[in-house]
């Protein structure tokens, strides 16, 4: 469509800006606080669509209120440790595979209570204690000091342990291992990380940043209260692994609670919670991972470019359909790949930044856009899309000031081999103009504009009878009607030979007028017929031209007279109107011609018909109608015989 080179230009400056703009805005959310809303719900809403099983069989312990009342202890004061020798005793006995004290045995208190348990300790023989670390909350960082366990404990256990920490402060949501970069700095291990190496697995020393994947929002275990536990049915912890631990401490309202994390499905859970969520990760190796930085930026750039640009070229409630679809594809395909990748992105900057920024450009811009489309044809205003396409233009049914509908064809630079096509094309538009308005057969042309600046020209001209006379109140699309579309819809593609007759007479009337002007029209082809007023008129005048020796072979094939013969001349006008006549008398091709059905031979009147389509389209020149006037006078004298009466059959 011609219409298009320069509306793209308008287009391409408003997708460029759109592009930069989204491109833009999604690394700012990316790369500054000001994003850390979005990167941190990417994170979080993954766990909203599905969470990974596990078979592992994991029990916590809880030292809750219950167990501190009911076997009178106090959170002011250590837990006492014959409990622990009597639990880790019965873990023991029940053969439990690991047992985890998410409890920090400091310093020696009661000496008979502190020998049982290391006793007992020994007893199991697969438990992990707790260590603390003072410092930076980022090992690797900065220099970092680990308190390990009382020395009688720590050997008791076999010099297992790690260090109970979580990345998160207290009372915000934990999303990462601590350390963030495992396996840390030297021999600084967490918890989590030291029962999984005790358990059996292997890791690779590699510093790595590992993301804590959640097994849902009530966690991948059993939980069970100390005190029950003391007194649970013997076997239940057969094969099992045990963490040990206290639940967070409840206190004044509008105070702090101590020890207690959010999780990204909104609920509060204690410490051991979040260690025992990491110990999961490890022991199955599904913890999540981020690509690396430069991979973000770039595909942020990407998706910005691409959403920021395409969503440019829709109409407002296409581009916010568009934009749904875009958000629930990327939602779709980042919440799969962490799924099955063990990867998370943050998506929500594409889909909660990127994407409305677009869509909001698309809409501010799409009001400058339309206008650029009205002012691109002064006076005029186009209607939908193109009903009309040919080699170097589209046409466009269009309004002019008084609101009467028109055609308007444009004509673009850019769609020639040279430019000396171009303005041949013209040319022909500003020699047949001038005579449009002359005879009633040709197709008048109202208007001619020129835009040297952006490569392009167009004309408007009387619009043809619609195909559809109801089309406008039907809501639907205007369709010229022309010959093409009229045979079509008629009984074998063809129309009756006094119809044709009729119809061909009316065309060499006006043709005739314009070979009598030094003028040719080089392509008549039934699609180049239109109705105008029930009248059928010669459009599609982009191709006329004064008569001479050095014309281009333009038309189309078929319709052309053998390449033998010079082009651009008045007995290869009359050839194609003879092609014309075959082919809306017979309904078959213009490459089938001299084809004929014996049901059409049999009519008098189609083999009156005939006899003139077949000296028009003679081979030679020289056996053709020297003139139009001279087909249109064999033409009426048909038509005077098929009105005086039966032909007598030829």
Not at 578 to 607: N, R
């Amino acid at each position: 469509m011609k219409n298009e080179f320069d509306i793209n230009k308008v287009f391409a400056k408003s997708a460029l800006i759109g592009a930069a703009g989204a491109a833009f805005c999604g690394l700012l959310l990316w790369g500054t606080p000001l994003g850390r809303p979005w990167v941190n719900s990417s994170y979080d809403f993954l766990f909203r669509f599905g969470v990974h099983s596990v078979t592992n069989r994991l029990v916590l312990v809880l030292m809750d209120e219950d167990s501190y009342e009911l076997l009178g202890q106090s959170r002011d004061t250590v837990w006492d440790r014959a409990l622990h020798a009597r639990l880790l005793n019965k873990l023991a006995d029940d053969q439990s595979s690991l047992v985890v004290f998410d409890v920090f045995f400091k310093s020696p208190k009661d000496p008979g209570a502190d020998r049982a348990l290391a006793d007992a300790m020994r007893r199991h023989g697969h438990v992990v204690l707790m260590a603390d670390v003072t410092g930076p909350s980022h090992p690797g960082m900065e220099v970092a000091d680990v308190i390990t366990p009382q020395a009688e404990f720590l050997e008791a256990g076999g010099n297992a342990f790690g260090v109970g920490h979580a990345d998160a402060q207290t009372g915000q949501t934990a999303r990462r291992h601590w350390p963030f970069y495992s396996p840390g700095e030297g021999n600084i291990h967490s918890l989590p990380w030291a029962a999984a190496e005790r358990l059996g697995a292997q890791f690779d020393r590699t510093a790595e940043q590992q993301w804590l994947r959640y097994y849902g929002e009530n966690g991948a275990w059993k939980t069970i209260s100390y005190r029950l536990a003391l007194s649970n049915a013997p076997g239940f912890f057969h094969g099992k692994v045990v963490f040990i631990g206290n639940t967070p401490k409840k206190t004044d309202p509008g105070l702090p609670e101590q020890d207690k994390f959010l999780t990204p499905y909104g609920n509060a859970v204690g410490g051991m919670e979040i260690m025992a969520t990491t110990f999961l990760n490890l022991i199955n190796g599904d913890w999540l991972r981020r690509p690396p930085a430069w991979v973000e930026a770039i595909l942020l750039a990407i998706t910005g470019g691409l959403i920021g640009g395409g969503l440019c070229q829709f109409r407002p409630l296409a581009a916010g359909l568009a934009a749904a679809a875009i958000c629930l594809t990327v939602t779709l395909a980042f919440v799969s790949w962490s799924y099955f990748s063990n990867y998370w992105f943050p998506w929500l900057v594409i889909a909660g930044g990127q994407v409305p920024c677009a869509l909001a450009w698309a809409w501010v811009s799409r009001p400058r856009q339309s206008a650029v489309l009205i002012e691109r044809f002064p006076g005029y205003a186009t209607v939908g899309e193109p009903f009309g396409k040919g080699s170097y233009g589209k046409v466009w049914l269009a309004r002019d000031a008084t609101g009467q509908f028109r055609a308007l064809k444009e004509i673009e630079l850019s769609k020639f081999e040279n430019k000396d096509a171009y303005e041949r094309e013209f040319r022909g538009i500003k020699s047949y103009k001038p005579v449009s308005d002359q005879h009633l057969g040709l197709l008048h042309i109202d208007h001619v504009n020129r835009n040297d600046e952006q490569g392009y020209f167009y004309y408007v001209m009387e619009l043809g009878d619609p195909l559809d006379p109801d089309w406008e109140q039907k809501g639907g699309r205007y369709l010229p009607r022309d010959l093409a579309r009229l045979c079509s819809l008629s009984g074998g593609n063809r129309l009756s030979a006094p119809e044709c007759i009729r119809i061909g007479i009316a065309l060499l009337e006006p043709l005739d007028f314009l070979h009598q002007r030094g003028l040719v029209h080089r392509d008549i082809k039934p699609s180049n017929i239109v109705f105008v007023n029930d009248r059928p008129k010669l459009a599609d005048v982009g191709l006329v031209r004064k008569t001479s020796k050095d014309s281009t072979w333009v038309g189309t094939e078929f319709y052309m007279p053998p390449v033998s013969e010079p082009p651009g001349t008045v007995s290869a006008d009359i050839y194609a109107m003879g092609k014309v006549l075959y082919v809306s008398s017979t309904g078959k091709s213009p490459d089938s011609f001299a084809e004929l059905s014996t049901s059409l031979v049999a009519k008098p009147e189609f083999m009156r018909l005939n006899q003139i389509i077949c000296k028009a389209c003679q081979p030679s020149a020289a056996e053709r109608y020297p003139s139009a006037a001279d087909m249109l006078a064999a033409l009426r004298e048909a038509q005077a015989q098929l009105d005086a009466g039966p032909t007598r059959r030829m």
